[in-house]
């Protein structure tokens, strides 16, 4: 859709494995397998999977870490593939990205002042280094951080506020588009409420689009206007985040739901619906890519790979027998 | 055995497996001893599954590896109890903790592959603990040791779900997935038939799905093999589904312990109710959860009283100045919290 903030067309990222020294690649990981979906502007779009589905891949192709092996990406309707210099750098302030360590993301020899303000000058959104340091502390504001930590080297933080201060860094430099991959993963519960809640609360003060990426099914429910679910290099479905929560379709999504135990000893919920492990993406089972761990699977899925089509208004999956889990699904929409 | 844990059922006649009492142990950093575990008292019967939550900080795994012996260098033992099957733990050689961890106690932790050797298959790994073992082979009934070690191996993956045991044992570890590899770790903590495995947060690095698997299995080995657990997790999830009662650590210390059931309806302490109000659950609604305000503090630098009280919605004048003592409130729970002082209960 033309209104799309983001844009994936047939998106592929495929990386040679093994092979010899003298060239010839042994086999090649699928990586993302073709994907295509759009972010309108305003929208958190989540994109949850188990490892290996190719999610964090899609965050390293919209940054322009990676190169996609085909396809197209569009940012403001801009091919992603032909950003010229200046248009580059634009892209480079207006696009965020926020890891899962932010330890890893900090230079653990650089003041927390450095680390917020050298993006500022790298990506020339200020001029000079008064203009800097102000734009840093209101930067720290924002994530309700105090500005004594300017001082302070990464190991002197507490885990909660070196992911905060990654967060204000992002926001830092002014981006429309947000990438979060599992923002969330290296924080205690307690934090990871607060972190959910102060990014939603900046999602609607700055105006800003996400991209979520996330293991984790209860942090993309809290945060998502729009759920894909990803397994191995594809989507199996997508869906506005209140029908694929309520009405899966895709019996993937229905062991993904199940899995999560709920908290409340009443409730005997511990269900494992998918046998097995993850394959390894060098070899992708044939037809329906879930077969191997699908209970429902037949004849047909290990023959056919289901195209990802429209099954209800807005609700699109991947499946030969799309609701055959249906019973499985832990709520009830009507209950 | 303290009044209140005295209290919790007609359990209490028999001995239990894990008795904590008074446990205080002290960190040396930066030079001084910081108090790292204040009193902290805990009892697990057998065939029962106790589920111990708290943040990280919060002092759940140096509870476990003080029951394991294992607190690490800069860490030493300032006061309490721990005893296995009624026999005291603390000032054991380290001879007698050896043996201990043979066959009482079986740790499993969170990554898999640093507890494998990952030059020796499967096989060899259990096997070994047959050789250093013999004791657990002695319904070999006539057959050679080697084989009959190799033959219980292969029952002990069948016992854990592993599909096609028969090949899995000649695998060396980087063969296997993550939730195969943490499979074998439990079976191998099985062989040794311990009156007590300690889990510690053994599905965290685990895929969903495959974390269902691992936590089913649980639930199964509770059945068939009456295991007795300690579950230390983050998830309430987890111990919602698994624990028969619940201890929540903060700070060192425990704060709440109930039975799980009393505790999910009605929690007390407010660490407790804010703990499961960070739960986050999927229903046909939104997602709802209320964040704790603040963060845990740092062990160098505790608040005075309750350590709790910087972060408590419900904190009054006396928080900040003692330390609540534990008060046995209903049978089987125990909170330490200002709020039920004096018998003043409020529902």
Not at chain 1, 33 to 52: A, H, K, N
Not at chain 1, 78 to 91: E, I, N, Q, V, Y
Not at chain 2, 74 to 85: E, H, K, T, W, Y
Request: with cysteine; net charge positive; charged share 25%.
């Amino acid at each position: 859709m033309s209104d799309d903030l983001v844009r994936l067309d047939g998106v592929a990222k495929h990386f040679p494995v093994g092979g010899s020294f003298f060239g010839r690649t042994a086999a090649r990981v699928k990586a993302v397998d073709g994907v295509s979906f759009g972010i309108r502007e305003g929208q958190t779009f989540g994109l949850v999977g188990e490892s290996g589905c190719g999610k964090s891949t899609i965050a390293m192709l919209l940054v322009k870490l990676l190169e996609p092996t085909a396809g197209r990406l569009t940012f403001e309707r801009a091919d992603l593939a032909r950003l010229d210099r200046g248009a580059m750098k634009d892209f480079r302030r207006r696009v965020q990205i926020v890891f899962q360590d932010p330890y890893g993301s900090l230079d653990p020899r650089q003041t927390m002042l450095k680390a917020l303000i050298e993006p500022l000058f790298t990506l020339k959104v200020v001029a000079d280094r008064a203009a800097a340091v102000a734009r840093a502390e209101r930067a720290l504001e924002m994530v309700g951080l105090d500005r004594e930590v300017l001082k302070r080297l990464p190991h002197e933080l507490s885990g909660g506020q070196r992911q905060r201060l990654v967060v204000a860094r992002a926001l830092a430099v002014g981006p429309r588009f947000v990438i979060l991959d599992e923002p969330t993963s290296s924080v205690d519960v307690s934090l990871q409420a607060q972190i959910l809640s102060l990014l939603a609360e900046l999602k609607r003060g700055q105006g800003l689009t996400y991209l979520l990426i996330s293991h984790n099914l209860v942090v993309i429910r809290y945060m998502s206007d729009v759920v894909a679910v990803m397994y191995l290099g594809k989507i199996v479905e997508m869906a506005s985040s209140e029908e694929l929560f309520t009405r899966p379709l895709h019996p993937y999504t229905v062991a993904l739901i199940s899995a999560i135990p709920v908290p409340d000893p009443e409730a005997s919920t511990i269900a494992a619906l998918a046998k097995g492990d993850v394959p390894s993406p060098v070899n992708v089972p044939s037809g329906c890519r879930y077969h191997s761990r699908c209970p429902y699977a037949q004849t047909v899925c290990r023959e056919q790979e289901p195209p990802l089509r429209e099954l209800r208004a807005g609700h699109y999956g991947a499946c030969h027998f799309p609701g055959v889990a249906a019973s499985a699904v832990p709520y009830r929409p009507e209950s | 055995m303290t009044s209140a844990t005295r209290r919790s059922g007609a359990a209490a006649t028999a001995v239990p497996v894990l008795e904590i009492s008074d446990l205080s142990v002290e960190l040396s950093i930066g030079g001084r001893w910081i108090q790292a575990l204040d009193r902290v008292g805990l009892t697990i019967q057998r065939g029962e599954v106790l589920g111990l939550v708290g943040e990280s900080g919060s002092g759940k795994s140096l509870t476990a590896l003080s029951i394991a012996g294992l607190l690490p260098g800069n860490a030493r033992v300032a006061g309490g109890s721990i005893r296995l099957n009624g026999e005291e733990v603390l000032g054991k050689s380290e001879r007698a903790l050896n043996r201990l961890r043979a066959r009482s106690v079986a740790l499993v932790f969170q990554n898999p592959t640093s507890y494998l050797n990952p030059v020796l298959t499967v096989g060899a790994q259990i096997a070994e603990i047959f050789e250093l073992n013999p004791e657990l082979l002695e319904a070999a009934g006539g057959r050679p040791r080697r084989r009959e070690a190799w033959r219980q191996s292969i029952e002990a993956l069948r016992l854990v779900r592993i599909p096609d045991p028969e090949r899995v044992v000649e695998r060396y570890p980087f063969e296997l997935s993550g939730g195969m590899q943490q499979r074998v770790v439990i079976a191998m903590a099985l062989v040794r038939q311990p009156d007590l495995v300690i889990a510690d947060e053994i599905t965290t690095a685990l895929d969903v799905t495959v974390q269902a698997q691992i936590l089913s299995l649980l639930a199964e080995l509770r059945r068939t093999v009456r295991l007795t657990l300690l579950l230390i997790t983050h998830d309430m999830g987890i111990v919602a589904q698994l624990a028969d009662r619940v201890v929540v650590m903060y700070s060192g210390s425990v704060v709440e312990s109930s039975d799980v059931r009393t505790l999910f309806k009605s929690p007390r302490h407010p660490y407790s109710k804010a703990l499961l109000e960070t739960v986050p659950t999927i229903d046909g609604g939104r997602t709802v959860f209320r964040p704790i305000r603040g963060a845990m503090p740092a062990l160098t630098d505790p608040p005075a009283g309750c350590r709790f009280h910087p972060r408590c919605p419900d904190a009054f004048d006396q928080c900040s100045r003692r330390k609540p003592e534990r008060l046995a409130l209903d049978p089987g729970r125990v909170v330490a919290c200002h709020l039920y002082e004096g018998g003043a209960v409020s529902e």
